[in-house]
């Protein structure tokens, strides 16, 4: 890092214009046909699975993250410790509250762990794969990264040898690059996934870093004659004649662990997104170019089919349209079938989402994280606040969908859960506002035990319609098994597993409060619910690609239906909200047989007077095929 400091700007300049061609224009930019077949499974590496407990962090591996602390008495927290229990290094932690201790927390989850259960995710139906960061980072998350280009060292066989290798590196050229083993290993999870048909995303933040980043430690160094000094939104310098630290910097949402990056935003006034303009600094585009080419198409030979299968892109709607659009050029330029997935989120939390349709043009995403549905189907399945009818649902659903294209609504990551929100069934259980005082330190009345068995009815039926609704369904790691958590940290317990085991959940957040105490395991009734879903999915292709219908919306009746269907295929998804069994009439053309192909009876009968008419039980979804 020492030689890296020395570095002349022109030199700089010379070696990177020498290694970054400009991106050839690609015609007619489309939305990848596979997305809209894909059925998503979220994995945040840290907390799947310790297949290697050689490779644990260590505190020298969290130097640069927050809290900057370590107390002396650290270790690895053992995989099935009682999420809201101290560890015994919290006796001399200098750093008070849960929620700042707990950023410390380390379970050692890796990659070769994630090797060890292809075979399970597969088995699961999904065919497509999410992987939060796993760019070389001081945290537990990985947004806040200390190296772009390298596979975390921890998530490998080797971090020691891995950092000692990315030092020897210069970070801005990519001639200088190499393979580390953690990358390897990676390549080799890749391939695992694609020899089974799986494709896979990586998740990466152009918008921000963490402090030790190596360009970031370049202007801390050399202040404003640092070649990456445009890199950043530099408030202050420091001055080295004082002993004090000047130095300051815009960090994200104000959190100084996350330098921001420069924009230019057109026109300068604009305060609201989305924002036209770009990234300020043109070698910071070109080394994040450099990177994500590195990824897509590892080997550099032309062919990506080595390579990961496109990006999804944290906080999206916070970078400006002009550097997505760039961004779109140069993926699609290695690789025409790369998917671009946005993180468009809040436009004003907690009130107010981003509308993504600005997003959705052709020349930027393929389609964005679909928080806005998953907030109206909560309001419905569970009654949560806005509590909505069927009548407002089927109507919020199409003022959402209106003006987006077909293909972008198909490729749309219908979003359940994930690292940034509660668990899908703690948030069903709890019926407050959508990401609003959602853990017990927001919120001391939250619900954290694990949610009743009306909840996982709801669960079910919000299930059912998110994999018969238009757009890719997301899993997030361990819902499948009925794990259950907190807003951000607590969705983030270590997954849960038939072979490991886990301490009672007895402790509360807050000290003295007393909650039921919840045996963690496997609940392998509602994974075969899962697995059948997928399957149910795969084997209608209609539920991918087909037109969405409401056919009835009854608020008395608390029951909703619509029809999905295409020239080849007509399904009838019925659900009945209500906890009394509802008898359901739907019109039909005269003539036509219907016959129920999952959940419920099947009426396998014609329904002559052009109506369909059956009985639904109490908090039950039913989906019907015409017969030809």
């Not at 509250?97 to 890796?110: C, N």
């Not at 509602?526 to 409401?550: M, N």
Request: aromatic residues 12%; glycine residues 6%; negative net charge.
């Amino acid at each position: 890092m020492k030689n890296l400091l020395l570095l002349l700007p022109l030199l700089f300049l010379l070696t990177l214009l020498s290694c970054t061609p400009s991106p050839r224009p690609v015609e007619a930019p489309q939305v990848p046909a596979w997305t809209q077949d894909a059925i998503w499974y979220q994995i945040f590496v840290e907390r799947f699975r310790n297949g290697d407990t050689l490779n644990d962090p260590t505190p020298n591996d969290m130097l640069g993250g927050y809290p900057a602390y370590i107390p002396p008495s650290w270790k690895i927290t053992p995989w099935g410790h009682d999420w809201y229990a101290p560890e015994p290094w919290h006796d001399d932690c200098k750093v008070e509250g849960f929620y700042a201790r707990i950023q410390m927390r380390r379970f050692g989850g890796d990659l070769q762990g994630v090797l060890d259960k292809v075979d399970y995710i597969q088995a699961l139906g999904v065919n497509a794969v999410y992987f939060n960061p796993l760019n070389d980072s001081p945290s537990m998350h990985k947004y806040d990264a200390r190296n772009y280009t390298h596979i975390d060292r921890n998530f490998g066989p080797d971090p020691y040898a891995d950092e000692i290798l990315m030092d020897s590196e210069t970070p801005w050229d990519p001639n200088t690059w190499q393979w580390t083993q953690a990358d390897k290993l990676f390549l080799k999870v890749i391939d695992a996934f694609h020899q089974r048909g799986i494709r896979v995303i990586l998740d990466y933040s152009w918008n921000h870093t963490g402090p030790p980043f190596w360009a970031m430690q370049d202007i801390r160094e050399n202040g404003a004659a640092s070649p990456f000094a445009d890199w950043y939104h530099i408030k202050k310098y420091d001055d080295p004649a004082t002993p004090e630290d000047e130095f300051d910097y815009e960090g994200w949402a104000g959190y100084k662990g996350m330098p921001v990056f420069n924009k230019t935003i057109t026109p300068p006034e604009d305060k609201e997104m989305p924002f036209e303009g770009n990234l300020t600094s043109e070698s910071l585009k070109q080394h994040i170019f450099d990177v994500s080419r590195r990824w897509l198409d590892p080997n550099g030979d032309g062919n990506p089919s080595d390579g990961i299968d496109g990006f999804r892109l944290d906080v999206a709607g916070e970078i400006p349209m002009g550097f997505w659009r760039e961004y779109r050029q140069v993926v699609r330029a290695v690789n025409p079938e790369a998917y671009l997935l946005g993180e468009i989120w809040w436009l004003d939390w907690p009130d107010s989402l981003l509308d993504p349709k600005p997003f959705l043009e052709g020349d930027q995403f393929d389609a964005v994280m679909n928080y806005r549905w998953y907030k109206l189907a909560r309001g419905l399945f569970a009654h949560a606040e806005p509590a909505l009818k069927p009548s407002q649902f089927a109507h919020e659903i199409e003022a959402i969908n209106h003006g987006i294209r077909p293909e972008y609504l198909g490729a749309m990551m219908n979003m359940s859960a994930s690292h940034d929100t509660e668990r899908l069934s703690t948030s069903l259980y709890n019926k407050t506002r959508y990401k609003f005082q959602a853990k017990p330190g927001d919120n001391p009345d939250y619900k954290i035990e694990k949610p009743d068995a009306r909840t996982l009815a709801e669960q079910k039926l919000f299930l059912l319609h998110q994999f018969t609704y238009l757009g890719a369904p997301q899993i997030w790691n361990g819902d499948e098994v009925g794990m259950w958590g907190a807003d951000d940290p607590d969705c983030r317990k270590p997954m849960v597993w038939d072979d490991l085991s886990y301490e009672v959940e007895r402790a509360h957040f807050v000290a003295g409060k007393e909650r039921p105490a919840d045996t963690v395991r496997v609940d392998h009734q509602l994974l075969a619910y899962y697995k059948s879903l997928s399957a149910f999915r795969k084997d209608h292709p209609v539920l991918a690609r087909g037109k969405l219908q409401f056919l009835l919306a009854d608020d008395e009746n608390n029951t909703l239906a619509y029809r999905r269907s295409a020239p080849e295929e007509e399904l009838v998804v019925v659900f009945n909200i209500s906890e009394k069994p509802v008898s359901v009439t739907i019109p039909t053309e005269k003539g036509v047989a219907y016959k129920g192909v999952f959940g419920g009876k099947e009426p396998g009968r014609k329904f002559e007077h052009g109506a369909l008419q059956l009985e639904v039980g109490p908090m039950q979804g039913v989906v019907l095929k015409r017969m030809q």
